[in-house]
């Protein structure tokens, strides 16, 4: 039914365990999995302290190591169980846009996320990236909480 499933992952907790439960259910159905981290590109004019300090190639060099130490993580749970697992690196202003291109780009028939990333706060702030992947994909969407 399901052949490749995406797993978005920020390598938070929450996101983790998505992660654990993705593959499983990726093993259960006979599926590959599409891991995807989005980091956000550099901005010049910006709040976050991280790309103040650093240099666009700096910022670059930390969000690529930063999201294949992620990847890894996948790729290992992936691999322990046995499923096929490919990576992906997204650099998006909106993670959920990055999201939704890397399931369309990667021929992923379904996404399975967790409810919610990093922290309450950036979710109060910015709002749900789950919910705005629920709202504008066409795949169906599996929420791990």
Known sequence: MYRNILIPTDGSELATRAVDKGVELAKALG????????TEPF?????????????PEEWSRHAEERAQAVLHKVRTTAEH???PCETVHVSEDDAYEGIITAAAKAGCDMIAMA???RGAMATMVLGS???????RTTLP???FR
Do not use: Y
């Open 43 to 55: 901005h010049v004019f910006t709040g976050d302290v991280a790309m103040v300090g650093d240099t």
């Open 129 to 135: 990236q789950t919910r705005k992947v629920l709202a």
């Open 115 to 117: 409810s919610h990333g």
């Open 141 to 143: 969407v599996v929420v």
């Open 81 to 83: 169980a046995g499923v």
């Open 31 to 38: 599926a590959k999995v599409t891991a995807v981290t989005v």
